[in-house]
């Protein structure tokens, strides 16, 4: 079975600095991920997907996330945090077929410091 | 913005009593889930369908029964709500078994 590990619940960064959130999946098949973010009081919006073209994607935001098959990875990384991105992250993932789960990780809350 | 429109959007209950939130979409897509959100456990899946009639349980679907008998409604009933389904219900949908999700504004649910 599917399933996503987020590491680290909570990330602090400074205006400025490198967003690094963490995603590792576990899959026995290629598998389809994606990042979406939540605003408070709000639904889950769709920051980039992998679906086995480019490993290296570009989503919204400035965010980008690279997949690794030898590391099972996608990590979300922006070069520079806006106060604006302050927010939860989730890491999902699911197989491709004609049934399948959409599973997400626990999520990382991304706080930015002036 | 996906046409996912969840009703209702607040509802306080009391234990025991059946619970019905309902998920409507405008895309046509195949695909309907109905998650749970808590502090901690990020977004759980309750149950989904891929198709109309054609549903299954996800990972905490104990208490809850799910109908969809027409590809845009997909209905979520806790039949005797208890204070440990308190929570943010939201609905998603996908086009195919590969495609994203998009996803309604919640339910916020209390069960007093």
Redo the contacts between chains.
């Keep these: 079975a599917q399933s996503v590990t987020?590491l680290g619940?909570h990330v602090s960064v400074s205006e400025g600095a490198l967003v690094l959130l963490r995603c590792n999946y576990s899959s026995s098949v290629p598998p389809?991920l994606?990042w979406?973010v939540q605003y408070p009081n709000?639904?889950?919006?769709?920051l980039l997907?992998y679906?086995s073209a480019a490993t290296l994607v570009k989503g919204i935001n400035g965010f980008e996330a690279e997949f690794k098959k030898s590391e099972t990875s996608f990590h979300l990384t922006k070069p520079s945090a806006h106060m604006s991105d302050a927010a939860e992250y989730?890491c999902?993932v699911?197989r491709?077929?004609?049934?399948?789960?959409?599973?997400?990780?626990?999520?990382t809350l991304l706080a930015v410091q002036p | 913005d996906a046409g996912i429109t969840q009703s209702p959007r607040h509802k306080v209950t009391e234990t025991g009593t059946p619970v019905t939130l309902r998920c409507h979409q405008t895309e046509n897509h195949r695909y309907m889930?109905w998650?749970r959100q808590d502090p901690?456990?990020?977004?759980?899946?309750i149950h989904?369908s891929?198709g109309v009639k054609?549903t299954?349980k996800?990972?905490v679907s104990d208490g809850y029964s799910v109908s969809r008998s027409k590809t845009e409604d997909f209905l979520l009933t806790l039949e005797s709500a208890t204070s440990s389904q308190t929570s943010v219900y939201?609905c998603?949908i996908?086009e195919?078994?590969?495609t994203?999700?998009?996803?309604?504004?919640?339910t916020r649910l209390t069960v007093v």
């Excluded at chain 1, 709000?42 to 769709?46: D, K, R, S, T, W």
């Excluded at chain 1, 491709?96 to 999520?107: P, Q, V």
């Design positions: 987020q619940s389809y994606f979406y709000q639904g889950l919006q769709l997907k679906t989730f999902a699911r491709g077929g004609a049934t399948n789960k959409l599973i997400f990780g626990t999520g | 889930y998650y901690g456990h990020g977004l759980r899946l989904y891929y054609d299954d996800g990972e939201f998603a996908s195919t078994g590969n994203e999700a998009f996803f309604g504004q919640g």
